[in-house]
């Protein structure tokens, strides 16, 4: 069965600091899909980023980095400089890559940025 | 080009009543996932829905049930509907075979 692990509950960091999200994943597929999407206030997902299981190089987008690593079974994710506006519940989620390719979520981290 | 829609943004039910939500997906999205999320957790797989059929569904009993139209909208059905029901529900639309979930901003649903 797929399981995604999120260990951090809550981080609260003071703006302009750099932070890590950690995402930790088991599942027993060769081949999957590992993501990260934002929850704000208002609800919805929003899509981060999506890494296929056999691409293994880091990503950067602006001040969002990833760091991918299949011997631990991690996926990361860095924020940089942090503003205000990124204050939000961050998910980690885990697919397959065949059939439905449902999202499995991690718990989710609940970044707070203070000014 | 519109995002995913959904409806009732919030809705507040009667222990043992039904309730229907529904999605309109982003345009050109022909596949639809239902989630459901208690409040502090992550969302979790309901079922799909793939030119009107369903194509996968988590472990959740029958009493949640669905459907799909053929312009790719979709209905999310509860029955009998019980207090730990209550949740954030999140549709998600995506292309089958192009790989990508927009999610709506969800209905929240309170049983008392």
Redesign the interface.
Known sequence: AQKVTQAQTEISVVEKEDVTLDCVYETRDTTYYLFWYKQPPSGELVFLIRRNSFDEQNEISGRYSWNFQKSTSSFNFTITASQVVDSAVYFCALSEAEGAQKLVFGQGTRLTINP | ETG?TQSPTHLIKTRGQQVTLRCSSQSGHNTV?W?QQAL??????IF?YYREEE??R?NFPPRFSGLQFPNYSSELNVNALELDDSA?Y?C?SSLQHY????????T?LTVV
């Open positions: 995913v996932s989630y502090g957790q992550g969302p979790q797989f799909q194509n996968g988590g954030l999140l998600a790989y990508g979930y927009t999610f709506g901003s969800g929240r």
